[in-house]
């Protein structure tokens, strides 16, 4: 899937290429030993230079992902686990992997509801509403709730990755998180383009999230298209 390049808050490009692979490593579709096809054929592949190309190949490679064979090309090196931008996202095409991308609904200052578990030291939070995508296929609706303490939150600013905003702005990093996954109908403030209508029984995750202090900062909700994504947590 070639990177995308409208949003101006999205991934870089060569994070986007790497991310990309690293889950589609993860999930096999990419396997130990196999070569990727030839650098300038890669990089048409994924509607960018071969410059740009060598820069997320040299992700990889620092997280030892990949060996280079001078002379013989770029060799896949799988490993069990990998830190990684999306290294706690944990859902995945049907088919396996997919660069996850968000289109955000909403982001509003907001009272914490009766139903949330307790987090964070405030009554209020910052309230996002996204809809995520894989390889720009809608799978999931996300409602995601930050603790009014870790700070305030620019709309303009936020990324596909919430974990590499709240790095990069206000001084988080998510170490840990805790999730719990069932059945729930979609929510009446769904949109078009998640197909399951709204009251629809789906796939439902709740997750609580911590950063560097004891108390959880982060409580998330998750509805997705059983139909196009699934959940999936690997062992080692």
């Given at each position: ?26 999930a096999g579709r990419l396997v130990d030993g196999e070569r990727l096809p030839p650098e300038r054929d890669l990089a048409a592949a994924h509607g ?189």
């Open positions: 899937m070639p990177p995308d390049r409208n949003r101006p808050n999205a991934l870089p490009i060569y994070l986007q290429i790497s991310e990309l692979l690293i889950r589609e490593i993860a960018t230079t071969v410059r740009t190309l060598r820069k997320a190949l040299l992700e990889l490679e620092k997280k030892e992902l990949l060996v280079r064979r001078q002379g013989s090309g770029n060799y896949i090196q799988a490993k069990p686990q990998v830190d990684s931008v999306y290294s706690m996202f944990r859902l995945e095409l049907i088919a396996g992997g997919g660069l996850p991308t968000a289109d955000v609904l909403s982001v509003e200052d907001c009272a914490k509801d009766a139903d949330q578990p307790r987090y964070g030291k405030s009554d209020h939070g910052v309230r996002i509403r996204r809809l995520r995508r894989l390889n720009g296929q809608p799978i999931a609706l996300e409602e995601i709730w930050l603790d009014a303490s870790a700070g305030r939150v620019d709309p303009e600013l936020l990324q596909d990755s919430l974990y590499r905003y709240y790095k990069k702005h206000l001084g988080l990093w998510i170490t840990r998180a805790e999730d719990r996954v069932g059945i729930r109908p979609v929510p009446d403030w769904s949109v078009a383009h998640f197909a399951p209508p709204v009251g629809t029984i789906t796939g439902y995750i709740e997750r609580i999230s911590w950063a560097q202090t004891p108390e959880p900062i982060e409580f998330s909700r998750t509805w997705f298209d059983t139909d196009r994504a699934l959940y999936v947590q690997r062992l080692t």
